[in-house]
């Protein structure tokens, strides 16, 4: 498994773009970027998933160069509710059977 | 449709005694899998069910086993309780030959060993 590196936290403005970066140096030719959402008290939450370029959809989307080495999730126009922690996973694309592998995450505070 | 529930929301045990948590897996999900989340830490893998048996295996002792019924529903055992075992207990079910996606966790279980 390709090791992750993430900020550890992070503070924002409502109504600001932010942009959480993942460090995956030694991402491999098969391996997906998945990024996870997590609310204080609840279980982590899928975001999204991509493997280059860029996918977005309804909450936010995903940067990945050529060289894969990182991801970039964007949140557009973060609202309070979007305080969380972000987790940045990196294997393969996965199934509902796979074991989730997940860092201590990026903590985003926003900010009234 | 209910998601993901888990039973109870916390627990507060002293050392040496034993636990059982209870997870009902969202509706049509066949595949239950267990964490431990530490705080400040990522949700840590212990172990899945699928058709009634464990599947899969993360780095966890003997003292944590499980049990899946026929209902699909799961439940999770600790042994000999340790004060490092104090931690959150997330459950997430799954359609097991679905996507990524299918994963839903449930609120978790707030464990205290004292």
Redo the contacts between chains.
């Keep these: 498994l390709a090791k992750t590196t993430q900020p550890i936290s992070m503070d924002s403005y409502e109504g600001q773009e932010v942009n959480i970066t993942c460090s995956h140096n030694n991402i491999a030719t098969n391996d997906y970027i998945?990024w996870y959402q997590q609310f204080p008290?609840?279980?982590?939450?899928?975001i999204i998933?991509g493997y280059k370029t860029k996918v977005t959809n309804e909450v936010a989307s995903l940067f990945i160069p050529a060289d894969r080495k990182s991801s970039t999730l964007s949140l557009p126009r973060v609202s309070l509710s979007d305080t969380a922690v972000y987790?940045c996973l990196v294997g393969d694309?996965?199934?509902?059977?796979?074991?989730?592998?997940?860092?201590?995450?990026t903590r985003l505070s926003v900010i009234a | 449709d209910a998601g993901?529930t888990q039973s109870p929301t916390h627990l507060i045990k002293t050392r040496g005694q034993q636990v059982t948590l209870r997870c009902s897996p969202k509706s049509g999900?066949d595949?239950v899998?267990w964490?431990q989340q530490a705080l400040?830490?990522?949700?840590?893998?212990i172990f899945?069910y699928?058709e009634e048996e464990e599947?899969?295996r993360?780095n966890f002792p003997d003292r944590f086993s499980g049990h899946q019924f026929p209902n699909y529903s799961s439940e999770l055992n600790v042994n000999a309780l340790l004060l490092g075992d104090s931690a959150l207990y997330?459950?997430?079910s799954?359609?097991?030959?679905?996507?990524?996606?299918?994963?839903?966790?449930?609120?978790?279980t707030r464990l205290l060993v004292l």
């Design positions: 998945t008290s609840q279980g982590p939450r899928f998933q987790y694309r996965g199934s509902g059977n796979t074991p989730l592998v997940f860092g201590k995450g | 993901v999900h595949t899998s964490y400040g830490q990522g949700p840590q893998f899945q699928y599947r899969q993360g997330l459950c997430a799954s359609f097991g030959t679905g996507g990524i996606k299918t994963q839903y966790f449930g609120p978790g």
